[in-house]
């Protein structure tokens, strides 16, 4: 059984239809990558899947259990975690006062200090930086905020989206490398990403989204490879 199950999700802002019938599958240990063009459906998709817009119909499946019409605050209680297109850090406050809240739904607090912990070993700069106002990081930093943050939750599947917008060549890589790490620590990974080439050489296997509808699926090698995918989206 897959650990996330989305089957027919139809969602609409007003009267524009933004998700015409999408099904797709994450099964837990893997990275799997939906990429498509702007406006394609991928960030709603997202928001759908957490609980912060609600499908016209159709059904999403965490864990077994059905999440269709879960709040988005009980959805991270149940063991998901979403890395929100802009990092939404709070930036009024510390870099620690942020991570502290992503544990919000968490009430153990040595463990709470033991995950805080191994954040700080996956992302050095963020322990250098605890004191330090979020809103004064480079955007570098604070993707890697925005990260850790989701991570305090102690997610089983984490939900990213354009974790690379925006950043320099150097922090997309790093970042991607973090993914990845991530990824091999034990936590599942769905990831919305533009830079296609990136998300398709670290993941496992993705699909494709375009206007509402899922175009193509498959393992990411072969849509790395595939002509169609190269034109339109690898700039080849």
């Given amino acids: 059984m897959a650990l996330l199950e989305v089957h ?19 099964n837990e240990g893997e990275i799997v990558a939906l990429i498509g063009a702007n406006g394609a459906g991928k960030t709603t998709t997202l928001h759908t899947i957490t609980g912060l817009l609600r499908a016209k119909s159709g059904s999403i499946h965490f864990d077994g259990k059905d999440i269709t019409k879960t709040p988005a605050h009980h959805v991270v209680g149940m063991g998901m975690a979403h890395v ?85 060549p150097i922090f997309v890589n790093e970042i991607f490398d973090i993914i990845q790490k991530v990824s091999d620590s034990g936590t599942t990974v769905l990831l919305v990403e533009q830079n296609a080439r990136k998300a398709l050489s670290i993941a496992d296997r993705a699909y494709v989204l375009e206007t509402g509808t899922i175009s193509m699926s498959g393992r990411a090698a072969d849509l790395l490879n595939d002509e169609a995918v190269q034109k339109a989206y690898l700039g080849e």
Avoid: C
């Fill in 84 to 168: 929100p297109e802009g990092r939404r850090v709070f930036a009024n406050m510390t870099v620690l006062q942020n991570l502290k809240m992503g544990a919000f739904t968490r009430r153990d607090k040595d463990e709470i200090m033991d995950t805080l912990e191994t954040v700080y070993h996956r992302f050095p700069r963020l322990k250098e930086r605890q004191g330090q106002i979020a809103g004064t990081l480079s955007g570098g930093e604070q993707q890697m905020l925005a990260m850790g943050r989701a991570l305090m939750s102690r997610p089983r599947l984490i939900l990213m989206d354009e974790p690379s917008m925006g950043l320099s």
């Fill in 8 to 26: 027919d999700i139809k969602v609409y802002y007003g009267m524009i239809q933004a998700l015409k019938g999408i099904s797709f599958e994450v």
